[in-house]
């Protein structure tokens, strides 16, 4: 098939500048090999020739296709002599002075005073001089270049690369050419150059100007492109570090962009410089970030020195107050009033700027460039705080950052609904902002911001922490949880919202001590997340993730729920609001009404797996550590922890028991061991230990279970809860059938043994009648004696061959087994009491009737409803006929009546979750 005219043209096009640009760059060569001292150029003819050279090969790679940009590439980057050529005018021309008299002279072309190298450094083949052409003696014709044509060929030659460095992929041919400019001591010269044009008296000429500017742009470009990329590696980034904080490059750069001495050190391309000095300080930011998590201490080190210093920080500061001052007319902090004017201008956000902006465009909002922001974050990040800027004042710049950047967000989600008028201005106006973040900076900002306050706030949140650091991290926590609403989350990228999830739960909720003691009052970072509201937060995060996997808060939360540490969720569920921390309780308890593991295995998304595979395993280990704080905690904080655990059973316990059940019967390895370790907590819970049967016998017991309600009532619902709603007897017998097909691990044949005796002796009537070949049988019991004693439980083994006994006399000897039941079942009765009182485990003695009375819900038990944002705040309606039971919605209501409450209703007895 014949190309299409455009194409053909395109390629012709692309073929025929190739051609041309290596006709270019083999004449490079011959003209750069007479730069060095000893063969020097031989008039301006020779200069201007160079540089036009260097200017045609500069415009072949700026308008360009894909295609054609790769051509260039490889006709430039791909032909050894010519790269070198480029490499050497480049260490020749930024070592030539920007100052020196304007005529040419014999006295060469620069002095040895001017600051000019006197060295050598390497090429791009490491063996040819470029040394600098001002170590000269001064020495040379008459003939030579003046100034003003040298002055052209250095800003030529510095633009050209400088394109180059922009224009050309990043490949590893890139990089290796910029790590060369590199280690020529390319940032050193440029350095002197920067350092000489700040310290003239006298306002630049334009010329000077546009050298200095030059200078800029190939400063700014090898910061760019010497990032630790594919292409770049981190031996290139260790060398651009020390290069950096060796030369002071910012430092020197920064000191042309102060503002203090008035109007003569304003020069025409101020908006020039200060957009590359805010583009490279935003770049060695990122840089530094990449460094420390690689463990690279010392280039990490040299890159904060570089971003700490004086004029460094001063100037991005300044031009950053100016910035947000545009954005939200909020504080200077001090600034000096003759400043400000020109620092709007630098920053782009001048009123008459921003007029302009909105009058050329009506349909968007004007947004700060990020270059700016890039900036002020990098600074307040990675620099040192320091007097004046200390660390109070960068809590305060960082927190503003993130209220703009979140209040851009919410003006960028409102434009992207499509019911929504393009009114950008009354939006900014509502918001009260006239620019905005970038809309792909808004998540970055507010992560960056918040995570770097939390790190300035540790050490001050620890004890008695000073007014100001609480009320910073209160605000520093509302900053999440706006990160976290779908208007902020839409905006952001997959990794993006997988370092949230990462950070949420990890590193930004302090770490409390593993086991500690649960204090009184909670430790003050804690408080501020919670007076921030993270419980609300999170709940509402859980919802959406639970309504959509597939959308941006599963994301979150399925990276959340890797990497979560369970003995932070007993702190937030002790210190939180009760009926916060009940929302986020039964919240999670639908979720796990939701997973249905045969889904699990079929889905082949790494976000729904992620979201309920781990979230079984997430509950159990949750209630065991809060069963362990609460042992752990001051009565004051158990007082509230123990309903709220209890709570937690009565709402996820039932869903794990299915779970597993449902697990047990296919290939999957199911979580039994942590629900199993629970049912004997639930059976001492029903009699305090051991039920009624542990004094009056089997047939008693099962008397008493026939009493139906009455014994539930008298239990506080413990009964109930273990056999009906967590299904205990049938649990244990899949259980034990599955120890007989798999080798138990240690663990799991001690937890299946307890709670087998536990469930027996507590409820001996139910597991009576599940005795026989299908469920109970004696010989699967019989199979975990003989563990226990290879493990060294010889009680535990004791207290198992019991009640083995005990399944046989039932299978053999009709209902209560005759004298040898009997005997067996007083055996079960001691085994079981040693067990209780050994300590090896207790339940909260809070009734599941009195726990379940925190918090309302929906009486239908199987409701899976996620609609709003939380629990505590559904609208429920009670049943128009016994005012007892309470729906969520119509569909709640007709399943619960067809499922038993019309016989309740009918009756005026108690429904839903009464007892």
């Known amino acids: 098939m014949p190309p299409r005219r455009g194409q053909g043209a395109s390629s012709r096009e692309a073929h025929a500048s190739s051609t041309t640009i290596k006709s270019t760059l083999r004449q490079l060569p011959a003209l750069s090999h007479r730069l060095p001292a000893g063969g020097g150029l031989a008039s301006d003819a020779d200069a201007d020739e160079l540089r036009e050279l260097l200017w045609r090969v500069k415009m072949a790679v700026q308008p360009s296709t894909e295609q054609y940009i790769a051509e260039m590439a490889s006709s430039i980057l791909g032909d050894a002599a010519a790269s070198t050529a480029l490499l050497q005018v480049v260490a020749v021309?930024?070592?030539?002075?920007?100052?020196?008299?304007?005529?040419?002279?014999?006295?060469?072309?620069?002095?040895?005073?001017?600051?000019?190298?006197?060295?050598?450094?390497?090429?791009?083949?490491?063996?040819?001089?470029?040394?600098?052409?001002?170590?000269?003696?001064?020495?040379?014709?008459?003939?030579?270049?003046?100034?003003?044509a040298c002055a052209k060929l250095g800003q030529e030659a510095c633009e050209g690369v400088a394109v180059f460095l922009s224009v050309l992929p990043v490949s590893h041919p890139l990089c290796e050419f910029a790590g060369k400019l590199v280690r020529m001591e390319t940032l050193q010269c440029i350095a002197r150059q920067f350092a000489v044009a700040a310290a003239c008296p006298k306002a630049l000429t334009p010329q000077q100007a546009a050298q200095v500017g030059a200078c800029s742009n190939l400063f700014m470009r090898?910061?760019?492109?010497?990032?630790?990329?594919?292409?770049?590696?981190?031996?290139?980034?260790?060398?651009?570090?020390?290069?950096?904080?060796?030369?002071?490059?910012?430092?020197?750069?920064?000191?042309?962009?102060?503002?203090?001495?008035?109007?003569?050190?304003?020069?025409?391309?101020?908006?020039?410089?200060?957009?590359?000095?805010?583009?490279?300080?935003?770049?060695?930011?990122?840089?530094?970030?990449?460094?420390?998590?690689?463990?690279?201490?010392?280039?990490?080190?040299?890159?904060?020195?570089?971003?700490?210093?004086?004029?460094?920080r001063h100037v991005v500061l300044v031009h950053g107050v100016a910035a947000l001052c545009g954005a939200d007319g909020g504080s200077w902090y001090g600034l000096p009033e003759e400043v400000r004017p020109a620092a709007l201008r630098a920053a782009g956000v001048d009123s008459t700027r921003v007029a302009e902006l909105y009058r050329s465009n009506p349909g968007e909002v004007p947004q700060l460039h990020p270059s700016i922001t890039g900036a002020l974050t990098s600074v307040l990040v990675h620099g040192e705080p320091r007097p004046p800027v200390g660390k109070r004042v960068t809590v305060s710049l960082l927190l503003r950052l993130g209220r703009l950047a979140v209040a851009s967000g919410g003006i960028w989600a409102a434009l992207g609904q499509p019911y929504v008028e393009a009114q950008p201005l009354r939006l900014a106006a509502a918001a009260g902002v006239r620019l905005v973040v970038s809309r792909e900076e808004v998540t970055a900002t507010i992560f960056t911001s918040m995570e770097r306050v939390l790190g300035l706030l540790q050490g001050l949140l620890a004890v008695d922490p000073p007014a100001w650091a609480a009320e910073a991290g209160v605000e520093c926590w509302r900053l999440a949880t706006a990160a976290l609403g779908r208007r902020i989350l839409t905006l952001s990228n997959t990794m993006e919202r997988r370092a949230l999830g990462t950070c949420l739960l990890h590193s930004w909720l302090p770490l409390p001590p593993l086991g500690g003691l649960l204090l009184t009052v909670a430790p003050p970072s804690l408080a501020a997340a919670l007076a921030a509201g993270v419980l609300p937060c999170l709940e509402r995060?859980?919802?959406?993730?639970?309504?959509?996997?597939?959308?941006?808060?599963?994301?979150?939360?399925?990276?959340?729920?890797?990497?979560?540490?369970?003995?932070?969720?007993?702190?937030?569920?002790?210190?939180?609001?009760?009926?916060?921390?009940?929302?986020?309780?039964?919240?999670?308890?639908?979720?796990?009404?939701?997973?249905?593991?045969?889904?699990?295995?079929?889905?082949?998304?790494?976000?729904?797996?992620?979201?309920?595979?781990?979230?079984?395993?997430?509950?159990?280990?949750?209630?065991?550590?809060?069963?362990?704080?609460?042992?752990?905690?001051?009565?004051?904080?158990?007082?509230?922890?123990?309903?709220?655990?209890?709570?937690?059973?009565?709402?996820?316990?039932?869903?794990?028991?299915?779970?597993?059940?449902?697990?047990?019967?296919?290939?999957?390895?199911?979580?039994?061991?942590?629900?199993?370790?629970?049912?004997?907590?639930?059976?001492?819970?029903?009699?305090?230990?051991?039920?009624?049967?542990?004094?009056?016998?089997?047939?008693?017991?099962?008397?008493?279970?026939?009493?139906?309600?009455?014994?539930?009532?008298?239990?506080?619902?413990?009964?109930?809860?273990?056999?009906?709603?967590?299904?205990?007897?049938?649990?244990?017998?899949?259980?034990?059938?599955?120890?007989?097909q798999q080798q138990a691990d240690p663990e799991q044949c001690v937890s299946t043994a307890v709670a087998c005796c536990a469930v027996a002796a507590a409820c001996p009537d139910e597991v009576r009648r599940a005795a026989g070949p299908s469920m109970w049988r004696p010989e699967l019991v019989r199979g975990l004696v003989r563990g226990l004693r290879g493990l060294g439980f010889s009680d535990l083994a004791l207290c198992t061959e019991a009640l083995a006994e005990l399944l046989e006399a039932w299978g053999g000897s009709?209902?209560?087994?005759?004298?040898?039941?009997?005997?067996?079942?007083?055996?079960?009765?001691?085994?079981?009491?040693?067990?209780?009182?050994?300590?090896?485990?207790?339940?909260?003695?809070?009734?599941?009737?009195?726990?379940?009375?925190?918090?309302?819900?929906?009486?239908?038990?199987?409701?899976?409803?996620?609609?709003?944002?939380?629990?505590?705040?559904?609208?429920?309606?009670?049943?128009?006929?016994?005012?007892?039971?309470?729906?969520?919605?119509?569909?709640?209501?007709?399943?619960?009546?067809?499922?038993?409450?019309?016989?309740?209703?009918?009756?005026?007895?108690?429904?839903?979750?009464?007892?």
């Open 814 to 915: 009709g209902s209560s087994g005759g004298r040898k039941g009997e005997r067996a079942f007083e055996r079960l009765l001691t085994g079981v009491a040693v067990l209780v009182g050994s300590g090896s485990c207790a339940a909260s003695r809070v009734p599941p009737a009195k726990a379940r009375a925190l918090l309302r819900t929906c009486s239908y038990r199987t409701c899976t409803c996620l609609a709003g944002d939380s629990e505590a705040e559904a609208r429920l309606q009670a049943c128009g006929r016994c005012g007892a039971a309470w729906y969520c919605r119509r569909e709640c209501q007709v399943s619960h009546w067809r499922e038993g409450h019309k016989e309740a209703c009918a009756g005026g007895g108690t429904t839903g979750r009464a007892d």
């Open 541 to 740: 995060l859980l919802r959406r993730a639970g309504e959509a996997p597939e959308g941006p808060e599963a994301e979150v939360w399925s990276k959340a729920i890797r990497v979560h540490r369970p003995h932070l969720w007993p702190h937030l569920l002790a210190y939180g609001e009760p009926r916060q921390a009940a929302a986020l309780v039964a919240t999670l308890g639908k979720l796990l009404r939701q997973v249905d593991p045969a889904q699990v295995v079929q889905d082949c998304t790494e976000t729904s797996i992620g979201l309920h595979s781990s979230l079984a395993g997430f509950c159990s280990r949750v209630l065991e550590e809060a069963l362990l704080a609460a042992a752990k905690s001051e009565q004051a904080v158990a007082s509230q922890l123990g309903p709220l655990l209890t709570y937690a059973v009565c709402e996820w316990l039932p869903e794990l028991s299915r779970i597993t059940l449902l697990m047990m019967r296919g290939p999957m390895t199911p979580p039994r061991r942590a629900v199993l370790s629970w049912l004997p907590r639930l059976a001492w819970s029903c009699d305090d230990g051991g039920g009624a049967a542990a004094a009056t016998g089997p047939d008693a017991a099962g008397a008493s279970s026939s009493a139906g309600s009455s014994y539930a009532a008298s239990s506080g619902g413990w009964r109930r809860l273990l056999l009906e709603e967590v299904r205990a007897v049938p649990l244990l017998a899949a259980a034990l059938r599955l120890a007989e």
């Open 93 to 148: 021309v930024v070592r030539w002075p920007i100052t020196s008299p304007t005529s040419g002279s014999s006295s060469g072309t620069g002095g040895g005073s001017s600051g000019a190298g006197s060295g050598s450094s390497s090429g791009a083949s490491g063996s040819s001089s470029v040394g600098g052409v001002g170590g000269s003696s001064g020495s040379g014709s008459s003939k030579r270049p003046s100034t003003s």
């Open 222 to 312: 090898i910061v760019q492109v010497v990032q630790p990329t594919m292409a770049s590696g981190l031996e290139q980034c260790r060398e651009l570090a020390m290069a950096l904080r060796d030369s002071s490059v910012t430092e020197h750069h920064a000191r042309l962009l102060r503002l203090h001495d008035g109007p003569t050190r304003a020069a025409a391309n101020a908006a020039q410089l200060t957009e590359n000095n805010c583009y490279a300080i935003a770049n060695l930011g990122n840089l530094r970030a990449v460094l420390l998590r690689a463990g690279e201490e010392a280039a990490h080190v040299a890159l904060r020195e570089a971003l700490s210093r004086c004029c460094t």
